[in-house]
C-alpha cells in the first residue's frame, strides 16, 4: 500500500479481513478482525507484510437462503459484537449479562471524573457483577490503566476466577503464598504491582507495614475493597487487625492519589454510627462529618451510595417505578424465602453427666480465680466458655478443647487475655477474619503439651497424665461418647438429613469447630444412603482446594436425578463462597453466637441462581444443656424477626449481644448441679438474663429502626428508573434481548442436526446433543463444552437464567458455548463454499403474506469513531453496530419503512416456495439496484452517530467537563452484509404480520 489507510476501514491482510484501529502508524497497523474481538487484534507491518485496501464483498444471488436465514445472520452478528458504539463499551464484550438493576452503579460510576461508590446491595443481588462492569468499563474506556482487589485471602481465588471467566481481565494472585514467587520473576528496583497491571490482593497479607508502602506507592489507579466494612476501625478500642486495615485503606483513599475506589458490603453499618462514618469517610472526606438527615447532606451521599433490598429489585422497569408500560420490566428470581424450621434434641445421660462434671470444674476453675486477680479471671473466663461450647459442639471437639492449651493462658494482662480468647470462643462481628477460627478452643491454662488429632489418639494421651489429671479424665470420657449411641445430637442430624434427602434436597451441614465438622463426615459416611456423597470442607484445606472439593463432590454424585450430595462444612464457606448451583438446604448443626454468622452460611445458597424458590433451614439445638435454648430465643429467633419485618439483616449490636451470652454462660456455671433447684444466685442469674435481654432488644430495636430509616433516606435516587430504561432499550436494541438469543441457539441448533429435548419443567430450558453436528462445529464448542459433552453425545442443559452451574450454558449472547456458535453460524454464512448446513444465508427471496408490496430488507453493519475523554487524555476508539432498514419498492424508487416494521420482517413466514431460477433473478436485480441507495444508507448512518452521541453524553450528564470531549463519526461507507426480498405471496391483499416468535420453519427454502 503506498498510502497508509485511515482509521475505521478496511484492509486485506493474512488471507482475511482487518478494520483499521487508532493506534495504527504509517509503518505498523493495528488491526481487529472485521467482526472480531479485542483478543484478536494484531500489528502488521506493511513494509514487510502485504496490505491491501479491502471492500466488503456483496452477497451473491446464488447464495438464497430460507424465511429464516436474515434473523439468524443479524442475531450472529449482534451475538459476536465485542465492540459496541454505545456509551458502556464493556457490555459487548463481557461474559456476562447484567440485570438491569446491576446496570445503576455504573451509571452512577460514570457521571463521576474520579469513581468513589460504595456498593451495599442486600447479600445474593450481585455486588461482585457490579463493581467488576465498574472495573471493565473504566479500563475499556481508558479511565483507568490498572486494578487491585482487595479481599480475604479465602475469597482471593475466586475473584480472580470472576475476574477472568465474566469480565476478561487477567489478574495476579498477590497473597503470602505466592509473593515470593513473583518477587522472584521482578526485575531489579522493580515493584510486582507495576510488573502486574491487575492484581487481587490479600487484604490481611498486604496491611502489614512490610508490604503496605510498597503497595501505596504503586497502587493501581483503580481500586476495589471487598467486605470493606472488615476494613475500618469504630474507634480506639478496634482490633489491631480492624485498625491496620482502616490506616491501609486511608492512605489508598487520599483524595490528593486521584484514584478510583469502589467498597463493596452488604453490611455497611454494622450498628455502630462511627464505623459506618468512618466508611463514608473514605469514599468521601466530607461524608465522615455531614449531617446525613439534612437535604444536603442526603444528595451528597445519593451520588456515592447503593443500598438496595431484594425486594426492590426483585421487579425492575415496570409501571411501579414510574414507567408508562412493562415492556421493558425484568424479573430476577431470587429465592422467594426461606422456610425455618428448629429442632430439638436431649442429651444422652453419659452425654449429661459429662456436661454436669465439666460444668462443676469450669465453676471452680473461674471461682478459684477470682481470688487470684483480673487476669486469671478473665484467663479461666475464656477457658469455661471454650470448654462449653465444644462440649455442646461435639465429643471430639470437646476432648480437642480438654487437651489443648487455651490461647489466653500466655496472656500477660487480662486485656491481652480478652483480645486472645475472644476470637475462638466467642462470635462477635469484630472476628471479621474467619481464617482461622474454626479451629477447636482450648481449655487447658497449666503447662502442658498441646495435643490434636481423633478423640481416640486425645484419649491415649490422656493417659499419660500430663497436664490437669481431671481435664484428662473428661477428655477420655467424652471420646467413648463419639456414635449415634451416646451423642443423640448426631443421631437427630442423620434422622433430619434423611428426610432433607427423601424431599430431593442437598444440604450443607455448618459446625463451629474443625474437629466437629471431620466427625460428623466421617460417621455420616455410609448411612445416608448409597446415592448418596458426604464430604467436608474446613480450614485445614486451601481457599482453592475447599473450592476443588465442592467441585469434586458434585461430580461424584453426578447428573443421576436419585443421587444427593451433603456437605459439612465449617464457617470458613459461610462468607462470600457461591454454592447456591450444588446446594439448597442449609442445617446449623452448631449454633452461632451471633446470627449474623447464620445470615451468611444460609446467604451462599439463598442468592441469584438458587432454582429453589424456598431454601429449607433446620436449626438444631439442645434443650437440656442449658445455652442453646436461651441463644436461640433472645439471638437467633428474634434476628429472624426483624430480617422478616424489614427484609434484611440488622447486625446484632455487639456489646449487649456479649452482655446476653455472658449472662448466659454465667448461670450455666453458677446454677446448682442438682437439676431443677435453683439457688438464690441462679435465680439471680436467671433475671440477668432477662434483663440484658431486654436491653439488647430495646437496643437491637433501635438500629432496626435506624436501618429502616436509611433505607428510605439512603435509597437509590441518583439514577431514576426511567433514565436506565432508556439506556436498557439501547443495550437491547444493539446487542440483542434474551428471547432473540433463545430462538438463534434453538433455530441454529435444530438445523445444524442437533438434537433438541424440551425441559419437563416449562421453563423454556432445554438440552441439546451435538455429537451429530458438522465437525466445524464440534471443534468450536469443544473447548467449552468439553470434548466429552461433544463427541459423546452428553446433552448439555441450556438455562433461561444468566445464573448456570458447570457444565450447562445460559441463553444469553455472553455465553461462551452461544458465542461459539453464533461465531460459526456467521462464518459459515460469509463463506458460500464452506460445507455442510448453513442456517444463515446472506441473501433470501420469500413469498409471504406478510407484505402487500415487494419488499427489501437488509442487514447493514456501521462503523463508527469514538473519541472518549479519559483522565488520561482523549482516546480514540472504533466500534461497530448492525441494523436493520427496510424498503419498498425498486431501489431506485425507494419509500423507506419505520424501524418498527424492518424488525417485523424477520417474523415473516413463508407461505409459497419460491423457484430457485426466479429468486436468483429477482435478488440479481436488486443486488445491482443498490447503488441508488448508498446516499440513504450513509444519512442513516449520520443519524446513528448523533443518537450515539446524545446516549454518550446523556450518560455522563453530571459532569460537563466529561462530556465535552465525546465525539462520535459513522464510517463510510458502510457494509451491507445480508439482502431479503419479500414477494407478496398469490392472492395476498393486506400485510398480516406474523406476531413475534411464532416463527416456524415453512417453505421458502432456494
Not at 459496541?84 to 451509571?107: K, N
Not at 482487595?150 to 481481565?169: D, H, M, N, V, Y
Not at 476501625?233 to 478510583?260: C, F, G, M, V, W
Not at 437491637?700 to 430509616?709: I, L, N, P, V
Request: charge should be negative.
Amino acid at each position: 500500500m503506498t498510502t497508509p489507510p485511515t482509521v475505521g476501514s478496511l484492509v486485506s491482510a493474512r488471507g482475511r479481513d482487518w478494520v483499521v484501529l487508532p493506534e495504527s502508524a504509517p509503518d505498523m497497523l493495528v488491526l481487529r478482525p472485521l467482526g472480531g474481538a479485542d483478543d484478536d487484534i494484531a500489528a502488521v507491518f506493511p513494509d514487510f507484510e502485504k496490505v491491501t485496501s479491502a471492500e466488503f464483498a456483496p452477497p451473491a444471488a446464488t447464495d438464497l437462503g430460507d424465511a429464516h436465514a436474515a434473523g439468524l445472520l443479524r442475531s450472529a452478528l449482534r451475538i459476536g459484537f465485542r465492540s459496541g458504539a454505545g456509551p458502556f463499551r464493556s457490555l459487548a464484550g463481557i461474559a456476562v449479562d447484567p440485570r438491569a438493576y446491576q446496570l445503576v452503579p455504573l451509571m452512577m460510576a460514570l457521571r463521576q471524573k474520579t469513581v468513589r461508590m460504595l456498593i451495599s446491595d442486600d447479600v445474593g443481588i450481585g455486588k461482585t457483577i457490579e463493581a467488576g462492569l465498574i472495573a471493565s468499563e473504566l479500563l475499556a474506556q481508558g479511565g483507568a490503566k490498572k486494578l487491585a482487589v482487595l479481599c480475604s485471602p479465602a475469597l482471593a481465588e475466586q475473584w480472580q476466577q470472576e475476574l477472568r471467566t465474566k469480565f476478561g481481565i487477567d489478574a495476579e494472585l498477590v497473597l503470602a503464598s505466592t509473593v515470593s514467587r513473583l518477587e522472584r520473576g521482578l526485575d531489579l528496583g522493580q515493584s510486582l504491582f507495576d510488573r502486574h497491571p491487575h492484581v487481587v490482593v490479600s487484604t490481611d497479607f498486604i496491611k502489614s507495614t512490610r508490604h503496605r508502602d510498597d503497595f501505596v506507592r504503586h497502587c493501581p489507579d483503580l481500586v476495589i475493597v471487598d467486605e470493606a466494612h472488615t476494613c475500618v476501625a469504630a474507634d480506639e478500642n478496634s482490633s489491631t487487625q480492624n485498625q491496620l486495615r482502616y490506616e491501609l485503606l486511608r492512605r489508598i483513599a487520599d483524595p490528593k492519589a486521584d484514584r478510583h475506589l469502589l467498597l463493596v458490603t452488604a453490611t455497611p453499618h454494622s450498628g455502630k454510627e462511627s464505623a459506618f462514618r468512618n466508611l463514608l469517610g473514605l469514599v468521601r472526606p466530607e461524608l465522615a462529618e455531614v449531617d446525613l438527615g439534612s437535604e444536603e447532606g442526603r444528595r451528597l451521599l445519593a451520588a456515592h451510595f447503593v443500598h438496595r433490598k431484594r425486594a426492590d429489585v426483585r421487579q425492575f422497569l415496570t409501571v411501579n417505578d414510574g414507567l408508562a408500560d412493562d415492556s421493558l420490566a425484568e424479573e430476577t428470581s431470587f429465592p422467594s424465602d426461606r422456610y425455618f424450621k428448629d429442632e430439638t434434641y436431649k442429651l444422652s445421660p453419659a452425654y449429661q453427666a459429662l456436661l454436669d462434671d465439666a460444668i462443676a470444674y469450669a465453676r471452680e476453675r473461674v471461682t478459684a480465680a477470682g481470688d487470684r486477680g483480673r487476669r486469671e479471671t478473665r484467663i479461666a473466663w475464656w477457658s469455661a466458655i471454650a470448654l462449653l461450647r465444644s462440649l455442646v459442639s461435639s465429643p471430639r471437639a470437646a476432648a480437642q478443647t480438654l487437651r489443648t492449651r487455651s490461647a489466653a493462658a500466655k496472656a500477660t494482662t487480662a486485656e491481652e487475655a480478652d483480645r486472645l480468647g475472644a476470637p475462638l470462643t466467642s462470635d462477635s462481628s469484630e472476628n471479621d477474619a474467619l481464617e482461622g477460627l474454626d479451629v477447636a478452643p482450648g481449655a487447658e491454662i497449666a503447662e502442658i503439651t498441646e495435643v490434636t488429632g481423633t478423640g481416640a489418639e486425645i484419649a491415649e494421651v490422656a493417659k499419660t497424665g500430663k497436664g490437669d489429671a481431671r481435664l484428662a479424665e473428661l477428655a477420655d470420657r467424652a471420646a467413648r461418647l463419639e456414635g449415634t449411641a451416646d451423642d443423640l445430637k448426631l443421631a437427630a442430624l442423620v434422622r433430619h438429613l434423611k428426610k432433607l434427602l427423601d424431599e430431593g434436597y442437598h444440604p450443607i451441614v455448618f459446625c463451629r469447630y474443625i474437629p466437629t465438622a471431620e466427625y460428623v463426615a466421617e460417621h455420616l459416611d455410609g448411612k445416608l444412603g448409597k446415592k448418596t456423597v458426604v464430604r467436608a470442607v474446613t480450614g485445614t484445606l486451601s481457599p482453592q482446594q475447599r473450592l476443588q472439593r465442592i467441585e469434586e463432590l458434585a461430580d461424584e454424585a453426578g447428573d443421576d436425578s436419585a443421587a444427593r450430595r451433603v456437605l459439612i462444612a465449617t464457617d470458613c464457606l459461610s462468607e462470600g463462597v457461591n454454592l447456591q448451583h450444588h446446594f439448597d438446604a442449609v442445617v446449623h448443626y452448631d449454633l452461632a453466637w451471633n446470627p449474623t454468622r447464620h445470615d451468611q452460611r444460609e446467604g451462599r445458597v439463598d442468592r441469584y441462581g438458587q432454582k429453589r424458590d424456598i431454601v429449607k433451614i433446620i436449626t438444631l439445638w439442645g434443650s437440656d444443656n442449658g445455652i442453646d435454648g436461651k441463644v436461640l430465643e433472645v439471638l437467633i429467633k428474634k434476628h429472624r424477626q426483624i430480617r422478616k419485618d424489614l427484609g434484611i439483616s440488622v447486625s446484632v449490636p455487639d456489646a449487649a449481644s456479649s452482655g446476653v451470652t455472658d449472662a448466659i454462660v454465667e448461670w450455666v456455671l453458677m446454677r446448682d448441679r442438682q437439676r431443677g433447684q435453683e439457688t438464690l444466685f441462679g435465680l439471680e442469674e436467671l433475671g440477668a438474663i432477662d434483663d440484658r435481654a431486654a436491653e439488647l432488644e430495646t437496643e437491637w430495636k433501635s438500629a432496626a429502626e435506624r436501618e429502616k430509616t436509611s433505607r428510605s433516606r439512603f435509597a437509590q435516587r441518583s439514577i431514576h428508573p426511567e433514565e436506565v430504561a432508556r439506556e436498557v432499550a439501547a443495550i437491547r436494541d444493539t446487542l440483542g434481548r434474551s428471547a432473540e438469543t433463545r430462538d438463534f441457539v434453538r433455530h441454529s441448533l435444530s438445523a445444524l442436526d442437533g438434537v433438541l429435548r424440551d425441559d419437563a419443567s416449562g421453563a423454556g430450558d432445554f438440552t441439546a446433543e451435538v455429537s451429530g453436528a458438522p465437525a466445524g462445529l464440534r471443534d468450536v464448542l469443544a473447548p467449552v463444552l468439553g470434548g466429552d459433552a461433544v463427541e459423546l453425545g452428553r446433552p448439555v442443559p441450556f438455562r433461561t437464567t444468566a445464573a448456570v452451574a458447570r457444565g450447562e450454558a445460559a441463553l444469553v449472547r455472553t455465553d461462551p458455548v452461544v458465542g461459539a456458535l453464533a461465531g460459526y453460524v456467521l462464518n459459515a454464512a460469509l463463506d458460500a463454499k464452506a460445507e455442510g448446513p448453513r442456517p444463515a444465508r446472506r441473501c433470501g427471496v420469500i413469498r409471504t403474506n406478510a407484505v402487500g408490496d415487494r419488499t427489501t430488507l437488509l442487514l447493514v453493519r456501521y462503523r463508527f469513531h469514538l473519541t472518549l475523554p479519559s483522565r488520561s487524555g482523549e482516546r480514540e476508539l472504533v466500534a461497530e453496530d448492525a441494523r436493520l432498514l427496510a424498503f419498498e419498492g425498486s431501489p431506485a424508487n425507494a419509500v423507506w419503512l419505520p424501524a418498527e416494521k424492518a424488525l417485523g420482517l424477520l417474523d415473516a413466514t413463508a407461505d409459497e416456495n419460491t423457484a430457485p431460477a426466479f429468486g436468483e433473478r429477482t435478488m440479481s436485480r436488486v443486488l445491482d439496484g443498490l447503488p441508488a441507495i448508498k446516499a440513504r444508507l450513509e444519512a442513516y448512518g449520520e443519524e446513528l452517530a448523533d443518537e450515539l452521541l446524545a446516549s454518550h453524553r446523556r450518560v455522563r450528564s453530571a459532569s460537563g467537563e466529561i462530556v465535552r470531549g465525546v465525539d462520535v463519526t459513522a464510517q463510510k461507507p458502510a457494509d451491507i452484509l445480508g439482502v431479503y426480498v419479500y414477494l407478496p405471496a398469490s392472492g395476498a391483499v393486506t400485510p398480516t404480520p406474523t406476531p413475534a416468535a411464532t416463527v416456524a420453519v415453512a417453505g421458502g427454502a432456494a
